[in-house]
C-alpha cells in the first residue's frame, strides 16, 4: 500500500464536506423562508408563498388611503394586517386613529382601548 492510496477515505471526505454544506444550506432557506423572510419587499411564507403583503407596505397604504379621505378602504387595509397580527399594538393605534378621523367616535374609542389593553399585556410579559 502506497502513501497515496488511502483506501478511498479522501472521495468520501469530499463527499461528507459536501453533503454537510448542502444540508447546512437548507436548514438556513428553510429557517428564512419559515421566518416570513422577504426579497425586496415580497414575503414569503411556507413554500415560497404569502397571501398577505408586507406589513409596513400595507401600513402606509393605509396612512395614504386614509389621507385621501377613503377611510374605508384604510380600514380594509389595517383590517388585514390585524388579522394577521392581533396583538400589535401600532396596528390598533393606527385603526383608531382612522376612525376618528372617520368621526366614527365609539368605534375609534373602542379601538383605543382594545390597543392600551394590548399595550398593557406587552408591557406586563415584559
Given amino acids: 500500500m502506497t502513501r497515496s492510496d488511502n483506501g478511498g477515505r479522501g472521495r468520501y471526505s469530499v463527499a461528507l464536506v459536501i453533503l454537510v454544506l448542502l444540508v447546512m444550506g437548507i436548514a438556513a432557506l428553510s429557517l428564512f423562508l419559515g421566518a416570513g423572510g422577504s426579497v425586496r419587499g415580497f414575503g414569503f411564507g411556507v ?65 383605543l382601548a382594545e390597543a392600551t389593553d394590548t399595550a398593557d399585556t406587552e408591557a406586563d410579559q415584559r
Fill in 47 to 111: 413554500f415560497g408563498t404569502n397571501p398577505q403583503p408586507p406589513r409596513q407596505e400595507t401600513l402606509d397604504r393605509s396612512r395614504r388611503a386614509a389621507w385621501d379621505g377613503d377611510y374605508d378602504a384604510a380600514l380594509a387595509a389595517l383590517d388585514s394586517v390585524i388579522d394577521v397580527r392581533p396583538d400589535e399594538t401600532e396596528l390598533l393605534e393606527e385603526r383608531a386613529r382612522v376612525l376618528a378621523w372617520a368621526e366614527r367616535w365609539e368605534e375609534a374609542a373602542a379601538a
